[in-house]
Structures are given as C-alpha cells and as structure tokens.
C-alpha cells in the first residue's frame, strides 16, 4: 500500500496568513494526488486534483504542487472560512489511501 | 447538479452485517468514467477508503476489509449498496458515498462530490 503522511498534523494561523501544508507519498505516485478540505462536521469536499488542478468553484487563493512523492497545499490570504482539516489522498493505485490530515484552526 | 445521500441503519449490533445505501441524482452509473465510493471516518480519526464502483462494473476494495465488503449498483433505480458483514465496535464511523469522476484519458480519477454521511454505531 502507498502511505502519505501529511505534516504538520496541526497548526494555529490567523487570518490573511499564508498556510503551506505538506504531504509525503511513501513511493513515486507522478501527479496522482487530490486534496480535500473538511469543516467540522460536514462532508469533505476536493479542492484540487491532479496535484494542482483547482476544482470548480474553489477560490484562487488555494494551489497545490508537486509531483512524484512531494507535493505541497498552499492556503494564500487565509480566511475565516478556511479553518477546517485538511486531506491529501493518492489515486495513483489501490488501496486509495488518505493521509491522517492537518486541522487548521485559529 | 450531482447530490448523493447515504441511508442505512444507524445502529448495529457486533457480529450482524450492515447494508448502506447510496442514493444519487445528476449522474448516471451507465455513463463512462463514472464511479462510486464508500469511505468511513471513525469519531475523530481520518478518512478511510473502503470500496468503489465503476459504470463499467469494475470493483475495487481495501485489502484489509475485502473479505467483509461487498459493493453492488442498481443503475436503473440510481443507487449502490455497500454491505459489510460481521460488525464490530471498530467499524463505528460515519460513512460517506462519493461521486468518483473518472478521466479515461489521463487515468487521473479524485471524489469530487459527497454525500452528507450516516453515522453508524456497533454497539450491544
């Protein structure tokens, strides 16, 4: 299985801040890589896939890059609405796999 | 619009099996490149990936839950159903479906809709 590890597991920001979270694939998964944002209790929703492809609808001031097995979630101008837990997942191969996620909070 | 909701019972006892639902709309199972999955999330821990399906009727599961998982669809009536035999209190989660977008070309594939989820308790 390949295991992504996401750091760090937690960090405290404020607004306007510049959020950069890190995601490790344990082998070379090229670009398969998608980030997911989940706000207490509610369902996650995809940000971006592909590694740096922006999902409809999601504002600008998120970006991702990376390829192979470093790939990073930027979070720009940070908002009120952005604290929430962030998730990288792999869809180079199954098992699809999840890191553990970084809560983002205030 | 692509919206999908999760059904089931949200109370099991340890050793019965689990059968949820997965209603979808604006979409359709039939369409190439269109899949469904089932992930978990235990109180307080990370998601977990547990199964998907394709139009195509290709199935794929999590290694570690193969043997106690089963996914099926029903194109016609718009649905899939996960059902997972044995329960135990570890499978305590909410259970999330997901819409699977699928590019054929690039093999690039993410959840880029979701059910709201259906908190499920193992528990005597």
């Known amino acids: 299985d390949i295991q992504m590890t996401q750091s760090p597991s937690s960090l405290s920001a404020s607004v306007g801040d510049r959020v950069t979270i890190t995601c490790r694939a344990s082998q070379s998964i090229k670009t398969y890589v998608n980030w997911y944002q989940q706000r207490p209790g509610k369902a996650p929703r995809l940000l971006i896939f592909a590694a740096s492809t922006l999902m409809h609808g999601v504002p600008s001031r998120f970006s991702g890059s990376g390829s192979g097995t470093d790939f990073t979630l930027t979070i720009s101008n940070l908002q009120p609405e952005d604290f929430a837990t962030y998730y990288c997942q792999q869809s180079f191969g199954t098992p699809l796999t999840f890191a553990g996620g970084t809560n983002v909070e205030i | 619009q692509i919206t999908l909701k999760e059904s089931g019972p949200t109370l099991v006892k340890p050793t019965q099996t689990l059968t949820l639902t997965c209603t979808f709309s604006g979409h359709s199972l039939s369409t190439p490149g269109v899949g469904v999955g089932w992930i978990r999330q235990p109180p307080g821990k990370a998601l977990e990936w547990l199964a998907l399906?394709?139009?195509?009727?290709?199935?794929h599961y999590s290694p570690s839950l193969r043997n106690r998982l089963t996914i099926t669809k029903d194109t016609s009536k718009s649905q899939v159903f996960l059902t997972m035999t044995t329960v135990d209190p570890v499978d305590t989660a909410t259970y999330y479906c997901a819409h699977i977008h699928y590019d054929i070309l690039s093999a690039f594939y993410f959840f880029d809709y979701w059910g709201q989820g259906i908190l499920v308790t193992v528990s005597s």
């Open positions: 399906i394709y139009w195509n009727d290709d199935e």
